[in-house]
């Protein structure tokens, strides 16, 4: 399958700072990458919609401006979460998609995910 | 997006086939079926999806119902590597979400 990476694996900083976790499709372009969030014992929350060369797409109670979610290139997806604070702490995932032949349907693979721990 | 049901957890013996019911009653005919499973503290992992017709690959089998409002996913032989939370997932083709529900715990054991 494709493979998605994401960077750093995990990272802890201090109240008030931000951190940018990059997103990368390693094998394939992505048109549209996601972005989701899990906090401990729950599933997986979709955040935003990332599309190469266009702004974001942010599910409802996303604040977009504490998260900053930059497409840039057909490889790579950053999503910064600015002034962080404790209840910020969380597992965060990208995923990539991929179209299928015919385009009828397509596939999100996943990144490894990034721990966050604001202090 | 039509939503699933998926008992919360199963237990299976190492060596045995793994089925993972999911039942999807109110799928419309433009929705697939994908399954998709998470090891602690990684990235869901993509395994199958299909529309009407049975699917294998390496990973797993997908059995649809000929009416499509319930599907099997087969692990053909469970290994320990296999405990996962396992999520069925019903979505429109192209660019839609992937909507998470609370999935099924596999504990594969000796």
Known sequence: GAVVSQHPSWVICKSGTSVKIECRSLDFQATTMFWYRQFPKQSLMLMATSNEGSKATYEQGVEKDKFLINHASLTLSTLTVTSAHPEDSSFYICSARIPSAGAKTDTQYFGPGTRLTVL | ?110
């Open chain 2, 1 to 110: 997006d039509a939503k699933t049901t998926q008992p919360p957890s199963m237990d299976c013996a190492e060596g045995r086939a793994a089925n993972l019911p999911c039942n999807h009653s109110t799928i419309s005919g433009n929705e697939y079926v994908y399954w998709y499973r998470q090891i602690h503290s990684q990235g869901p992992q993509y395994i199958i999806h299909g529309l009407k017709n049975n699917e294998t690959n390496e990973m797993a089998s997908l059995i649809i119902t000929e009416d499509r409002k319930s599907s099997t996913l087969i692990l053909p032989h469970a290994t320990l590597r296999d405990t996962a939370v396992y999520y069925c997932i019903v979505r429109t083709g192209t660019a839609s979400k992937l909507t998470f529900g609370t999935g099924t715990r596999l504990q594969v054991t000796l």
